[in-house]
């Protein structure tokens, strides 16, 4: 059975989003890390609301339960589970990641969003 491949138009990927990773800066006053955001990149993206996308977004819910968004960009090295996204004061947990028929060339981002205020 063939395979379909994914077709992204550029024209879609019309969200400027920036892509951080969680290092570790210090230790605090009992030896626990202290992490911040690191930005990794600030690719063009497409941001679709899982509920809005049909079929993908089945798929989507099989890869994580609550996944609210599907970020769609084109393949960077270094993302995991470990990152988050940021767009428009808003921030997206990375919860699965779809590498396109393995292919490195289209990655989708299966994410929830953080709520205001949660760290």
């Given amino acids: 059975m ?3 491949p994914i077709f992204v138009r550029a024209g879609s990927l019309r969200h400027k989003i920036t892509v951080q990773s969680k290092t ?3 230790t605090g006053d009992r030896g626990q890390p202290v992490y911040s ?3 990794l ?3 063009n993206a497409s941001i679709e ?3 809005s996308v049909g079929k993908k977004a ?5 890869m994580v339960a609550t996944a609210s968004h599907m970020i769609t ?3 960077l090295a270094g993302i995991d ?3 988050r996204v940021q767009w428009n004061g808003r921030t997206f947990n990375i919860g699965g990641i779809w590498n396109h028929e393995e292919r490195n060339i289209w990655l989708t981002l299966i994410c929830t969003e953080q709520k205001t205020g949660i760290v």
């Fill in 58 to 62: 089945e798929v989507a819910r099989q």
């Fill in 41 to 43: 990149a600030t690719p």
């Fill in 37 to 39: 955001w690191t930005t």
């Fill in 81 to 83: 589970e470990k990152c």
């Fill in 49 to 51: 609301s899982a509920t």
């Fill in 73 to 75: 960009m084109r393949y």
């Fill in 24 to 26: 570790v800066t210090s």
């Fill in 2 to 4: 063939p395979v379909t």
